[in-house]
Nanobody
Framework: QVQLVESGGGLVQPGGSLRLSCAAS????????MGWYRQAPGKQRDWVAT???????NYADSVKGRFTISRDNAKNTVYLQMNGLKPEDTAVYYC?????????WGQGTQVIVSS
């Protein structure tokens, strides 16, 4: 079992920044992928960014150049630095842990971008 706890969401004005964190605990494999997804009201959950323990990153086109994913493998924590936030970034942001057939989600953290 893996437990994921996100934090860092909140209300921010357009153009502002937020940093999300996701701490994983439990049976963490030394090689895994962690990432961020988001779900806006009335829409499906979409992939935002992922990062492997080896440092490989991938981003959705909608966030490239604005969001940066990073991780501290010693702390089993993944971060999402979000800059240049837009109203369309408003969503619940979920952390995900993947390793083979192990697939876990956090409870989500709300991000609202509004003036």
């Amino acid at each position: 079992q893996v437990q994921l706890v996100e934090s860092g969401g909140g209300l921010v004005q357009p153009g502002g920044s937020l940093r999300l964190s996701c701490a994983a605990s439990g049976s963490i494999a030394s090689i895994n992928t962690m990432g961020w997804y988001r779900q806006a009201p009335g829409k499906q959950r979409d992939w935002v960014a992922t990062m492997t323990t080896g440092g490989m990153t991938n981003y959705a086109d909608s966030v490239k150049g604005r969001f940066t994913i990073s991780r501290d493998n010693a702390k089993n924590t993944v971060y999402l630095q979000m800059n240049g936030l837009k109203p369309e970034d408003t969503a619940v942001y979920y952390c995900r842990y993947l390793r083979g057939t192990s697939d876990y989600w956090g409870q989500g953290t709300q991000v609202i971008v509004s003036s």
